[in-house]
């Protein structure tokens, strides 16, 4: 069965910097967890956007599958 497609939920995290951190979700990770994991606080956060994501559309995550990517805007 090679070559199949995987699904994975991914929450995008905008900052009221401007900056964006995007984290690949554990499965029974709480939103707490979640945020320590991303390292950042819940008062630094504009806007949270859940997405499903098929492996073949290559999100950029700098640190590997289960960490965060920081991206500024500017």
């Known amino acids: 069965m090679g070559g199949g497609t995987f699904m994975y939920n991914f929450r995008i995290y905008t900052l009221r910097d401007g900056s964006k951190r995007i984290i690949k979700l554990k499965e029974g990770e709480s ?7 991303a ?11 859940l997405v499903e994501n098929q492996s ?3 999100i950029p ?7 965060v990517s920081l991206i500024k805007a500017k």
């Open 56 to 58: 073949n559309l290559n």
């Open 39 to 49: 390292g950042i606080q819940e008062t630094q956060i504009f806007q949270m956007q």
């Open 61 to 67: 995550l700098l640190y590997g599958c289960n960490c």
């Open 31 to 37: 939103f707490k967890e979640e945020l320590q994991r």
